[in-house]
């Protein structure tokens, strides 16, 4: 299997994760509140898968941005993937924040609250440039320095969690706080979502090394599949051992809320199965579709939030429907978003020339009317200049 094959499982990997995103987006907005039961098996279910959507999303996003990174033979700021880099990740940031931009507010003057809250985009573009920076700062020396600092950030984060997610971070502007508390509405913040990003770039470079031994998958999904187990059932007591052995704390407060493990222990188990079932992964339309998940993200922002308008689904049918319509309308919305994600991707040249076209045409125009109507203008300045000087000149005699 060549290497860029084995990207193709991980991008149909992407793809599912996006795909359960925007379904997982569409029934917790808008499905009716008295009809979320916690006793019903069907919905534990689903709340349970849900809430592994997003880590994989993001621990794929950085398998897939680091194993791009470190591809090519230059290393540091030679490697042509780092501008690329910084450059999509400030780019993610600019859609996240345009995402959140309401024109009917800004028409008034106003930014709205909500313009300022940090959701997925914003947090993948950041732990873009953080992988970036640990890259530049690991690449360079010693070959085990990038996925050892790699690892050493998402242990750093999943392990003082219960300490900074206490900080208010009041000393920041709210803008900036943000990024790091939910406290003002923030979906997600930078920590501790960025371990998941680096948790996926290091699992990029164990791939990208042993991607020629013919034992890769056999070792990777047995190892994968253990680890992941150890996470998901043994974690939490094994944090309450360390307490009891060491009297630290934070043990007892991880235990407490031990989710950051056990979804990373889901999230190692999902990439097992995905390389277990991989030959059958080879369809051009899953790898179409997780090649274009931020355009599919950005349809789904728009049709269900009402990007720049705030006339979306949200606000017409917010924690409305019946099971029965909210699972129609889920399937029914993932094929809308993905349809016309990759209508644009098809179309997106020439969607760029006509606007290109468009704005060139509107510049000429405006510089031709400029043109034709400067002589006049002139005229009529000289003309009130002279009457000015008159009248003025009137009133001084």
């Known amino acids: 299997m060549t290497s860029s094959t084995r990207l193709y499982f991980i991008d149909t990997m992407r793809a599912w994760a996006i795909l359960m995103m925007l379904q997982g987006h569409f029934i917790d907005g808008l499905l009716d509140p008295v009809l979320r039961n916690a006793e019903s098996s069907a919905y534990t279910i689903w709340l349970y898968f849900r809430g592994i959507t997003a880590p994989v999303f993001f621990t794929v996003s950085g398998f897939i941005f680091t194993f791009l990174l470190v591809r090519v033979p230059q290393v540091g700021w030679d490697n042509p993937r780092v501008k690329k880099g910084i450059r999509r990740g400030l780019q993610l940031l600019l859609i996240g924040y345009l995402l959140r931009l309401n024109l009917f507010g800004l028409f008034k003057g106003q930014l709205y609250d909500s313009f300022f809250l940090v959701d997925v985009l914003h947090c993948i573009g950041l732990s873009i440039l953080a992988i970036i920076g640990v890259y530049l700062l690991g690449a360079t020396r010693k070959k085990h320095l990038f996925p050892l600092l790699l690892l050493g950030l998402t242990l750093v984060l999943f392990l003082f969690e219960p300490l900074y997610k206490q900080w208010s971070f009041a000393f920041m502007p709210e803008a900036l706080a943000n990024y790091f508390t939910k406290a003002n509405g923030s979906v997600f913040t930078i920590i501790p979502w960025l371990g998941y990003t680096a948790f996926g770039g290091f699992l990029s470079l164990l791939f990208t090394r042993y991607k020629e031994n013919k034992y890769l998958y056999p070792i990777a ?177």
């Open 221 to 397: 999904i047995v190892t994968a599949l253990i680890v992941g187990q150890l996470l998901i059932r043994y974690s939490s007591s094994a944090f309450m051992a360390l307490h009891k052995s060491t009297g630290v704390e934070l043990f007892k407060l991880i235990y407490s809320n031990n989710y950051l493990f056990i979804r990373l222990g889901d999230v190692v188990v999902v990439f097992a199965i995905f390389m277990l079932i991989r030959k059958f992964l080879t369809q051009k339309a899953f790898i179409k579709i997780g090649q274009n998940t931020l355009g599919i993200y950005v349809v789904h922002f728009i049709i269900l939030y009402g990007s720049f308008t705030g006339l979306g689904l949200y606000k017409f049918f917010h924690h409305e429907l019946t099971p029965t319509v909210a699972i129609v309308g889920a399937l029914a919305f993932m094929v809308v978003c993905t349809a016309l994600a990759l209508w644009y991707d098809k179309h997106e040249a020439s969607i760029k020339s006509r606007i290109t076209n468009v704005v060139q045409t509107t510049k000429s125009q405006a510089i031709a009317t400029y043109l034709i109507f400067l002589p006049l203008l002139r005229d009529l300045a000289y003309r009130a200049k002279g009457f000015f000087f008159r009248v003025f000149g009137i009133v001084r005699n």
